[in-house]
């Protein structure tokens, strides 16, 4: 189940990439920190492909590769509705209704994926990307601790909403009456943003070594992100089962 939710992510990182690249680029209190994160051999790589892909505009995708491109990330999700349909001995939903459900979680994850690489980058860089101004710049404070607090709390909230989202959508009606969501997307949330810094600190001392020459260090830094991810996620899940489990049954009288 991680690994097909894992390939499904793989699009909607595309999606963040996007975004931060144009809310981010030729801002250095923005790019220093994602940059400072990443091994000297490697930030010179990272600068010139966030270059390239902020100054992408005008471009066109076709609708065949817009569809290809939600049936994919929709694939992983539809995955993970059957498994844990399995893990949960519950009656399985026909395929084309796990299919439709996955498919607008997919539309769910990117709209909130893209709000929190906005958040990420700053509301003065957002306004920037499109209005070409800093009209907002009396309420740009994410420099300031208040501002990064403020950020940092939004930005848990979506993705707790995210995490309860998926989880609604994944278990069985049957299931979501007994199990709690809320405290497992909390958990999750929780370790993801502890992984996150600590992979962060990792990156910034492991040193310079072969692993991170060329295209591999991208690569690698995605993915080992993307399998923390899911880690957590599957963690979250775990725990609100287990809450469903000690939970005494009332039975009528």
Known sequence: ???????????????????????????????????????????????????????????QVGVVGGL????????????VIN??????????????QNRLLALGTCVGLSI?????ALLAAGVGSAWSLVSGS???????????????????????????????????????????KRMPIVPGAVLATVLQFALGFAYRFYLSKAGDGGAYQAGLASIGVTLTALYLACLVLLVGIEFNRSR??????????
Not at 68 to 79: D, E, N, P, Q, R
Not at 86 to 95: I, K, M, S, Y
Request: charged share 15%.
């Open 68 to 79: 290809m491109f939600l049936w994919l990330a929709s694939s992983g999700v539809h995955s």
């Open 83 to 96: 498994g844990i349909e399995l893990e949960l001995d519950a009656t399985p939903r026909a395929w084309w």
């Open 1 to 59: 189940m991680a690994f097909w939710f894992f390939l499904s992510l793989v699009p909607l990182a595309a999606v963040a990439g996007l975004l931060t690249a144009k809310v981010a680029s030729g801002r250095s209190s923005t790019m220093a920190p994602l940059l400072e994160s990443l091994p000297a051999a490697t930030r010179g790589l990272v600068s010139t492909e966030l270059a390239k892909v902020a100054a992408w505009n005008g471009g």
């Open 134 to 176: 800093t009209m907002l710049g009396a309420v740009d404070l994410e420099s300031t601790l208040v501002g990064r607090a403020a950020r940092l709390s939004v930005g848990a909230g979506v993705w707790v909403a995210l995490v309860s989202g998926l989880y609604l959508v994944a278990l069985p009606a049957s299931s979501r």
């Open 112 to 116: 909130g994926v893209a709000l929190l």
């Open 244 to 253: 469903m489990a000690d939970e005494p049954v009332h039975r009528p009288e």
